[in-house]
Structure formats: structure tokens, C-alpha cells
């Protein structure tokens, strides 16, 4: 059973801070990597996408991944009250073939202004 | 302006019987999906079309069924066999099936099955 694993939170971070989110996978093999912002009551969106290991920068975003120690994380520079929403990491095993995402269950982000 | 629609945003139905939920894309995207939301779970694939005429089951697609006659239009239809119909469902897709490809989702229906 291939999993994805997040803190569910609340995770709570002063308004200006940098909010760190973490995601944690199984499968060794997996090669994309996405993270999605859900707003209460809506649909997920997409924020960021990442193939390869180390940082990449998105305007306030940063991806991070390490597939030696099979963890990716999302940095929010300079956070702001309309980052709160539930972020949810999602995995796929292969760049090609019938493989499917697994979703985490989603990390709960509160900015306090 | 192109995007992903579903409709309706809210259907509330009675036990036994069967509801079609429509999704319709106009991005030109080869592959979409059907996934289910309960609180506090993570995304759920119930079923997935990779090209017309062509689907695969997901995890849960137990007491589901779809089609997909046209390339923008994968509706989802929750049967009577489906124990617990009750959830938010989603509707995505992708260029491609595949995992380099991004998937962008829905406005969601929010099922309510008394």
C-alpha cells in the first residue's frame, strides 16, 4: 500500500512567518510530486510541482524535495491570512505509465494576523 | 476561458436511487478522474479515462459507474449499491494519464443522500 503521510495540523503561524508543511512517502520509486491548497468548502488547486531533488521557488512558494530520505515540504515566505486552508501533498510513482496519485489526507494551516 | 465545470454544485437525493454527476471539460485534456472527499480522508479515486471509450477502475468504484463517449464529458453515476453515497466529489484531468502531467479539478458536487 503506497502511502502519503501529513502532519493534519491545525498548524498555526503568525501573519509575516514562513509556514513550513511536511509530506512523507512510501514508495521509493515515485517521481512527481504536487501540492494542492483546499479552501474550506472548495475544490483542490493546484500551487506547486516538483520532479527533481532540491528547492523550487514559486513566488512566496517553495517546494522542497529529498528523495534520498522520501520527504517533500512547501515553504510560504512572508505568509498572509489568505494562506489558511488545508494543503495536500500528492505522490506519483512513475513520470510514465498507468499509475495513479495517492493524496495525503491534507495539513490544516492557520495564519493568525 | 477554459476550465473544468460540474454540475450541480449541491444534489441531495433520496436512498435507492441512482444520480448522475456531470463533468465537462474544455482544456483538451486527455485523461480525467473521479475522486471522493469525506472530512478528514484524503482524495479517493473512484475511477479514472486515460481516452474515449476507454476507463479504469480506481480504489473505491464499487457502486459507481461512468462513461466517456466525448473527450470533455466523463459523467459519474452513484448507484443505489453505493453504502454511503454521501461526500464531495471531485472531477479532474490532465493532458495525459501519465504522472509528468498535472491534474487541475473541478468546482466539486456536494452529494447529500438521506
Known amino acids: 500500500q503506497k502511502e502519503v503521510e501529513q502532519n493534519s495540523g491545525p498548524l498555526s503561524v503568525p501573519e509575516g512567518a514562513i509556514a513550513s508543511l511536511n509530506c512523507t512517502y512510501s514508495?521509493?520509486?515515485?517521481?512527481?510530486f504536487f501540492w494542492y491548497r483546499q479552501y474550506s468548502g472548495k475544490s483542490p488547486e493546484l500551487i506547486m510541482f516538483?520532479?527533481?531533488?532540491g528547492d523550487k521557488e514559486d513566488g512566496r512558494f517553495t517546494a522542497q524535495l529529498n528523495k534520498a530520505s522520501q520527504y517533500v515540504s512547501l515553504l510560504i515566505r512572508d505568509s498572509q491570512p489568505s494562506d489558511s486552508a488545508t494543503y495536500l501533498c500528492?505522490?506519483?510513482?512513475?513520470?510514465?505509465?498507468?499509475?495513479?496519485?495517492?493524496f495525503g489526507t491534507g495539513t490544516r494551516l492557520t495564519i493568525i494576523p | 476561458d477554459g476550465g473544468i465545470t460540474q454540475s450541480p454544485k449541491y444534489l441531495f437525493r433520496k436512498e435507492g436511487q441512482n444520480v448522475t454527476l456531470s463533468c465537462e471539460q474544455n482544456?483538451?485534456?486527455?485523461?480525467m478522474y473521479w475522486y471522493r472527499q469525506d472530512p478528514g480522508q484524503g482524495l479517493r479515486l473512484i475511477y479514472y479515462?486515460?481516452?474515449?471509450?476507454?476507463?479504469q477502475k480506481g480504489d473505491i468504484a464499487e457502486g459507481y459507474s461512468v462513461s466517456r463517449e466525448k473527450k470533455e464529458s466523463f459523467p459519474l453515476t452513484v448507484t443505489s449499491a453505493q453504502k454511503n453515497p454521501t461526500a464531495f466529489y471531485l472531477c479532474?484531468?490532465?493532458?495525459?494519464?501519465?504522472?509528468?502531467?498535472?491534474?487541475?479539478f473541478g468546482p466539486g458536487t456536494r452529494l447529500t443522500v438521506t
Open positions: 482544456l483538451n485534456h486527455d485523461a
Open positions: 500528492a505522490v506519483h510513482p512513475l513520470p510514465f505509465g498507468n499509475e495513479k496519485l495517492t
Open positions: 479515462s486515460q481516452i474515449v471509450n476507454d476507463f
Open positions: 514508495d521509493r520509486g515515485s517521481q512527481s
Open positions: 479532474a484531468s490532465s493532458l495525459r494519464a501519465t504522472g509528468d502531467y498535472e491534474q487541475y
Open positions: 516538483i520532479y527533481s531533488n
